[in-house]
């Protein structure tokens, strides 16, 4: 049971540059969760969807898309990179929404934007 | 917009000692109070979490106290082990989104416990 995996592990970006960072959960859970990890400033919700073709805003979604065609896979677009978008990005899911349900992250994502 | 803030920033312990980490939220619309254990190069994993009805909940050396009044819940860790070395995150499921999942992080306590 693999749980949640992301990929890549590790990504150099130049300015203008866009890519997709991947995200498969194999528990078959209906929620999913994109958030990014700042330095000192803990963990920011980027996008969620809460089933296959429902997808909805976080905090911090400015500079990306998400798309939710199966339940398995949740990837994440940055168009038109910027260093403002260096990070650390965890992809999480859970079976449902109830207080007390476990949210499973992935091992991250190290972008660098330059 | 709905905060809540960690403290300290960094913690060093000896091995054996009580580790306190407290966290603090501005408004009263949350539902649920997760913490989370992140070790480096890996995505936080839940620790232990607590309900806002609760004052206080253990689980074997990691115990949670919920202060409603005082807007204030904190993790104590006992007989802290280098095991426990890690960054430690509070959270909270802000009220109406019991229905998405979503959480509030702190900012993280970076946790070091000396042999």
């Known amino acids: 049971n693999a749980g949640v995996t992301q990929t890549p592990k590790f990504r150099i970006l130049k300015i203008g540059q866009s890519m997709t960072l991947q995200c498969t959960q194999d528990?078959?859970?209906?929620?999913m969760y994109w958030y990014r990890q700042d330095p000192g400033m803990g963990l920011k919700l980027i996008y969620y969807?809460?089933?296959?073709?429902?997808?909805d805003k976080g905090e911090v979604p400015n500079g990306y898309n998400v798309s939710r065609s199966t339940t398995e896979d949740f990837p994440l677009r940055l168009e038109l990179a910027a260093p403002s978008q260096t990070s650390v990005y965890f992809c999480?899911?859970?079976?449902?929404?109830?207080?007390?349900?476990?949210?499973?992250f992935g091992e991250g994502s190290w972008l660098t934007v330059v | 917009q709905q905060q809540v803030k960690q403290s300290p920033q960094s913690l060093i312990v000896q091995k054996g000692g009580i580790s306190i980490i407290n966290c603090a939220y501005e408004?009263?619309?949350?539902?649920?109070f997760p913490w989370y254990q992140q070790f480096p190069g890996k995505g936080p994993a839940l620790l232990i979490a607590?309900?806002?009805?609760?004052s206080e909940k253990k689980e074997g050396r990691f115990t949670i106290s919920f202060n409603k009044s005082a807007k204030q819940f904190s993790l104590h860790i006992m007989d802290s082990q280098p095991g426990d070395s890690a960054t430690y995150f509070c959270?909270?499921?802000?009220?109406?989104?019991?229905?998405?999942?979503?959480?509030?992080f702190g900012q993280g306590t970076t946790l070091q416990v000396k042999p």
């Open positions: 999480a899911s859970s079976y449902s929404a109830d207080r007390g349900n476990t949210i499973y």
């Open positions: 969807s809460v089933g296959a073709g429902i997808t």
């Open positions: 408004n009263t619309a949350f539902d649920y």
């Open positions: 528990m078959n859970h209906n929620y």
């Open positions: 607590i309900r806002p009805d609760v």
């Open positions: 959270a909270a499921i802000p009220h109406g989104s019991s229905n998405t999942g979503k959480l509030i």
